[in-house]
């Protein structure tokens, strides 16, 4: 809502907006009422459209996962769209999850690829006396081994993959039974997301951006 408002009101139009940003709609609702110069409101009436169907999407989808998640935090575990992530992380927000940072460069994440390029995870982590201090430090781990190798280098975060809650839990406790304070990321479907409650500290969702889609709304004249 608030971004389709900042477009239609930069064209010279009057916005009155009919609901707010995290309001539950019904389909066919009105959301706001626009009125002023037509050209100004035509020429950017595909781009607030492509705000609002979008984010809204985004939005509903984490809406859903946060309700499948019984308490667990939820967060986004894709890559957002091009020059649009940030509103798309937004929409997260919107929708009750945790809005992750799209920079690549606020955190260090070690991921079994980075470990492989590295010849093994413990070659990995030893680069990371190199990093800044200030950033947080995750880093993937495929069994109890890694998990406690992880928690030895004082990473921060623990990130757990295609892994039910048994393998999970063993995972975790590995990591825990280093470092107690370390933190637990479990990637999972929305429809999993249950199941690690008491093992993650929060859960990232595949495809909670990626396969969101658009909800579609239009502009009636009238």
């Known amino acids: 809502i608030d971004e389709a408002t ?40 595909r781009t607030a459209l492509g705000f609002l169907s979008r984010m ?19 967060t ?3 890559a957002s769209t091009p020059g649009f992530g ?22 260090i994440l070690i991921r079994k690829e980075h470990a492989r390029a590295c010849g093994s995870l413990r070659n990995a982590l030893s680069r990371l006396d190199r990093a800044p201090f200030f950033l947080k430090k995750e880093a993937e781990a495929g069994d109890e081994d890694e998990a406690r190798a992880i928690a030895e280098a004082g990473v921060d975060i623990v990130l ?21 304070g370390i933190s637990v990321e479990v990637s999972c479907g929305k429809d999993e997301a249950s199941a690690y409650r008491g093992i993650a ?14 909800t579609p709304f239009r502009i009636e004249m009238l």
Not at 27 to 44: E, F, N
Not at 94 to 107: H, P, T, V
Not at 171 to 178: G, N
């Open 6 to 45: 900042e477009l239609f009101e930069a064209a010279g139009a009057d916005v009155s907006p009919l609901a707010k940003d995290g309001d539950r709609i019904r389909a066919g609702s009105r959301v706001m009422s626009v009125s002023g110069p037509l050209a100004g409101i035509i020429t950017c009436r």
């Open 56 to 74: 809204t999407a985004v939005a509903t989808e984490t809406s859903e996962a946060v309700g499948k998640a019984d308490g667990v935090p939820v």
């Open 76 to 78: 986004s575990y894709d």
């Open 86 to 107: 940030d509103f798309e992380r937004k929409a997260v927000a919107i929708g009750g999850g945790i809005m992750r940072s799209g920079a690549l460069d606020s955190c």
């Open 160 to 180: 757990i993959r295609g892994k039910d809650a048994d393998a999970a839990k063993r995972i975790a406790d590995a990591a825990r039974s280093v470092s107690p």
């Open 201 to 214: 500290d929060i859960v990232s969702i595949d495809g909670l951006i990626a396969d969101a889609g658009f």
